[in-house]
């Protein structure tokens, strides 16, 4: 295990090309402090325990330096993209998206609604933040952290406003939008994985599955056992009608199921995905017989995705 002098050099050693996208000394010394405070013994990461940890005789600087609006991200992300790339990224890597929300009170916070919370398991008031991690193996990476605005806010141009939402984040643009929006960012920023993997919580839009595909990604998305799904040798047409408007829906040679129906008809196979700290992670995932996989349709009562 490493000690605590060996672990500042080592947070030193990952920092050092990070403080020059931020512009001014100042902030470049505090954005260094403030992570150290973040990472450090302080059970709540509020300003005032952070520095009265770290620096007890500067609170006014650690104030300034957090509660500064004029914030550009958009150098920060491109090391951190850099930096992510080279530790985990290439053949083998995944891409994992994801959210997470923060629980939180208040009217003035950005985001702030109620809402599904994650972290409690429940509806509450909190934060959502859609998160796009580069993992290999057992390193996970994080390289994107976008806030979701719920219709709270997205309805409300005036309240973004006063709450200082830069102009291009306006509007409503759902998570799988975000997350999609996010990953063409990062892989334009020369992030390199193998695959996209993600819960049901956005396998369930056929928009994202749609999207990743015509992006030419391999991935692997959960979604709901009674999503309606298709087997791949389903085929579609488009019957043309003597008379009348044109079909604007094809016709599927199958009648569509739930997916825990389909799932019945499957074997069990047991994956170990990574060693915890209580020994290796697995689970049981059915898969047909053969090489059949199941193809999820395009929405629950329409002809199968293509």
């Given amino acids: 295990m490493l000690d605590v002098r ?7 050693e990952w920092l050092e090309s990070f403080p020059s996208a931020l512009g001014h000394k100042t902030r470049q010394r505090w954005a260094g402090v403030y992570i150290r ?7 709540r990461k509020s300003v005032q325990p952070m520095a009265a940890d770290l620096t007890p005789d500067d609170y006014d600087q650690w104030h300034n330096f957090i509660a500064s609006r004029s914030w550009d991200g958009a150098r920060l992300e491109t090391i951190l993209a850099d930096k992510a790339d080279a530790l985990v990224g290439g053949k083998g890597a995944i891409l994992v998206i994801d959210d997470v929300a923060l629980p939180k009170k208040g009217r003035h916070s950005v985001g702030v609604a109620h809402q599904y919370c994650g972290a409690l398991g429940k509806q509450t008031t909190c934060q959502v ?3 796009l ?3 290999r193996d057992n390193v996970p990476v994080p390289v994107a952290l976008r806030l979701f605005l719920p219709d709270d806010w997205a309805t409300n141009a005036e309240r973004c406003r006063r709450a200082g939402v830069p102009a291009d984040r306006l509007g ?13 960012r990062v892989r334009a920023g020369g992030v390199r994985f193998d695959m996209v993997v993600a819960d049901a919580g956005y396998g369930d839009g056929a928009a994202f599955r749609k999207g990743l595909s015509a992006r030419g990604l391999t991935w692997a998305i959960g979604i709901q056992c009674t999503q309606s799904v298709y087997n791949t040798a389903v085929t579609v047409t488009w019957p043309v009608a003597p008379v009348g408007r044109p ?3 094809a016709v599927a040679s199958e009648k569509p199921v739930a997916a825990a129906a389909m799932l019945e008809t499957a074997t069990w196979q047991r994956l170990t995905w990574r060693t915890g700290t209580k020994g290796p992670h697995q689970r049981g995932i059915r898969r047909g017989a053969g090489a059949r996989r199941r193809r999820p349709a395009a929405e629950q009562s329409h002809a199968p995705a293509r």
Avoid at 6 to 12: K, V
Avoid at 172 to 184: G, P, V, Y
Wanted: negative net charge.
């Fill in 172 to 184: 409503e643009r759902t998570k799988s939008q975000i997350a999609l929006d996010e990953l063409d």
């Fill in 133 to 135: 991690t580069l993992a």
């Fill in 37 to 43: 405070g973040l990472l450090g013994r302080t059970e």
């Fill in 247 to 249: 079909r604007k829906h």
């Fill in 6 to 12: 060996e672990w500042e050099a080592e947070l030193a």
């Fill in 129 to 131: 933040v859609v998160s």
